[in-house]
């Protein structure tokens, strides 16, 4: 079993940045591909961004591409998500996913392990 618990989200206004963590607990954390997902108002969840294990290797969603940054710190067990120039169409709860396999991060229906959201709230 992997845990995941995310923090960071928040109220921002437009332009603005912050940054999630998802700390991840239980089985070896450099073993897994670990991403972002988000779910806005009324909408499908969402693939967000995602990192390989070592070497990494990263990808994103093309409404996020050059603003936000996603990273992993294996020694502290956590993967960061940062997010800069927000606008309210980022407004929503983003979660953390574990899998063991990246290549497949962004499509597949059924990822590992889940956290249990953080909300997201960009004013106009």
């Known amino acids: 079993q992997v845990q995941l618990v995310e923090s960071g989200g928040g109220l921002v206004q437009t332009g603005g940045s912050l940054r999630l963590s998802c700390a991840a607990s239980?089985?070896?954390?450099?073993?897994?591909?670990m991403g972002w997902f988000r779910r806005a108002p009324g909408k499908e969840r969402e693939f967000v961004a995602a990192?390989?294990?070592?070497?990494?290797?990263?990808s994103y969603s093309n409404s996020v591409r050059g603003r936000f940054i996603i990273s992993r710190d294996n020694a502290k067990n956590t993967v960061y998500l940062q997010m800069n120039s927000l606008k309210p169409e980022d407004t929503g709860v983003y979660y953390c996913?574990?899998?063991?396999?990246?290549?497949?991060?962004?499509?597949?229906?059924?990822?590992?392990?889940w956290g249990q959201g953080t909300q997201v709230t960009v004013s106009s």
């Open positions: 990192i390989s294990r070592v070497p990494v290797t990263l």
């Open positions: 996913a574990a899998d063991p396999v990246y290549y497949t991060f962004a499509t597949k229906t059924a990822l590992d392990y």
């Open positions: 239980g089985r070896t954390f450099s073993n897994y591909a």
